[in-house]
């Protein structure tokens, strides 16, 4: 119940193009969707974030489409760059909580 | 503003031997998350501390615990170390509690257990 699923494990872009990591979720009293971005060396460091009443968020070059029914979120980077490369890892947590439950990891390289 | 701030970076210790990990949260965030990231379960919820009290624990054996002090700062301690305890250890802080949703990474700390 507690499990947040990602795909694919790694993805390789040419630059300009669309990297698109998708995840799934269980738990319904997950109330908050948010994607990190991690480079080597580096903490996760929050790249955007979504809630469920809403179906897309788009900030610069990054979305997140949500979809309710079918419990399953995604992340679209536009025109992807090489300074994208990096592990990005979605999550799930539940309002008035600090736990994050995160997805395994989709491990991201922009090729020039 | 300064971000979290973790020590030490990197640690190599023995199986057996025990470490103590600590964690200054970003000034005036009073709420400490642990985590711990490893290749093959990727990033695990350890515990929790608001107030000087731990409020959820993870799925981790005992040998994990943690505290934190009237300053916000928080230290987690692994006793008996495991081979398989080698991860990177991740500090975050909010700025109070039941913000989760707005958590702030340090870089880790690095334990090698040899």
């Known amino acids: 119940q507690q499990q947040v699923k990602q795909s694919p494990q790694s993805l390789i872009v040419q630059k300009g193009g669309i990297s698109i990591i998708n995840c799934a979720y269980e738990?319904?009293?997950?109330?908050?969707f948010p994607w990190y971005q991690q480079f080597p060396g580096k903490g996760p460091a929050l790249l955007i974030a979504i809630r469920p009443d809403v179906s897309e968020k788009k900030e610069g070059r990054f979305t997140i489409s949500f979809n309710k029914s079918a419990k399953q979120f995604s992340l679209h980077i536009m025109d992807s760059q090489p300074g994208d490369s990096a592990t990005y890892f979605c999550?799930?947590?539940?309002?008035?909580?600090?736990?994050?439950?995160f997805g395994t990891g989709t491990r991201l390289l922009v090729s020039p | 503003k300064a971000g979290v701030t973790q020590t030490p970076r990197y640690l190599i210790k023995t199986r057996g031997q025990q470490v103590t990990l600590s964690c200054s949260p970003i000034?005036?965030?009073?709420?400490v998350s642990w985590y711990q990231q490893t290749p093959g379960q990727g990033l695990q919820f350890l515990f929790e501390?608001?107030?000087?009290?731990?409020?959820n624990k993870g799925n981790f054996p005992g040998r994990f615990s943690g505290r934190q002090f009237s300053n916000s700062r928080s230290e987690m301690n692994v006793s008996t170390l495991e081979l398989g305890d080698s991860a990177l250890y991740l500090c975050?802080?909010?700025?109070?509690?039941?913000?989760?949703?707005?958590?702030?990474f340090g870089p880790g700390t690095r334990l090698t257990v040899t």
């Open positions: 000034s005036g965030h009073r709420s």
């Open positions: 501390y608001f107030s000087e009290t731990q409020r």
């Open positions: 999550a799930a947590i539940q309002g008035g909580f600090q736990k994050l439950v």
């Open positions: 975050a802080s909010s700025l109070d509690v039941g913000q989760g949703a707005r958590q702030y």
């Open positions: 738990n319904t009293a997950f109330d908050y």
